[in-house]
């Protein structure tokens, strides 16, 4: 029920390109043993009229029962992106806790509108929730990427993801990013693009009376205007 609530949401709000964290192939909890998340929403938005390309990519697992990692889907009738021009790695800085190795992503997506504009990079990322020293070394891991793969004078960029923190935001912006989203510990920072170009919001996904819960996290969304 949860996942056909997204689907109807993305089907009615018709987003260019969605950023999704805890995004799971399960084997457990009674799910269908082929159960895919994206691969699931794709199709579920395609039986609505949409056309939609998917990618997950695996951060960590416990056998073959569940499977967790990063996302992203994107409207193939608004942007120009493919398999090829999405990019991740794992992060080097983990743990192991119960046995199972605790290892978060970073993925990197170079999209760009169809009806013009330039390249926009967009990185989507979730970092440890437990361990705060590991969470600390797993952000400056990333400011790192991000200062080396963003060099150029005029490189566009938007990071965002479950940072589980909020006090992440001053080394990000240490290396120029500008923070345009947040709510509570997901946040959305934008590089190269100007204040009058870009808004964002809060999408309520969970405690909204009458409504079922789709997330036990609310949705950031972006509004970008091309120039």
Not at 153 to 163: M, N, S, T, V
Not at 205 to 221: A, E, Q, V
Request: with cysteine.
């Amino acid at each position: 029920k949860r996942r056909e609530a997204l689907i109807a949401l993305l089907a009615e709000m018709k987003p260019d390109i969605v950023g999704i964290q805890e995004a799971s192939v399960c084997k457990i909890y009674g799910h269908p043993s082929g159960d895919d998340t994206i691969k699931e929403i794709a199709l579920g938005l395609k039986k609505r009229g949409l056309n939609y390309g998917g990618s997950f990519w695996e951060s960590e697992r416990v056998g073959a029962l569940w499977i967790e990692g990063l996302a992203f889907l994107w409207n193939r009738e608004t942007v120009a992106l493919d398999k090829a021009h999405i990019k991740c790695r794992r992060l080097e800085t983990s743990y192991r806790r119960s046995g199972a190795l605790i290892q978060k992503s970073l993925c990197r997506a170079d999209a760009a509108a169809k009806d013009g504009g330039a390249l926009l990079r967009v990185y989507n990322t979730h970092f440890e929730a437990y361990k705060n020293d590991v969470r600390i070394e797993q952000s400056r891991e990333v400011a790192s990427i991000l200062r080396e793969e963003l060099a150029a004078p005029d490189a566009r960029a938007l990071f965002g993801g479950d940072l589980n923190s909020r006090d992440m935001s001053a080394t990000y912006e240490a290396e120029g990013f500008i923070t345009v989203g947040a709510d509570r510990v997901d946040y959305v920072y934008s590089l190269g693009i100007s204040d009058e170009d870009i808004a964002a919001e809060v999408i309520p996904l969970h405690s909204t009376p009458g409504k079922l819960d789709i997330s036990d996290h609310n949705g950031i969304l972006v509004t970008i205007r091309n120039r």
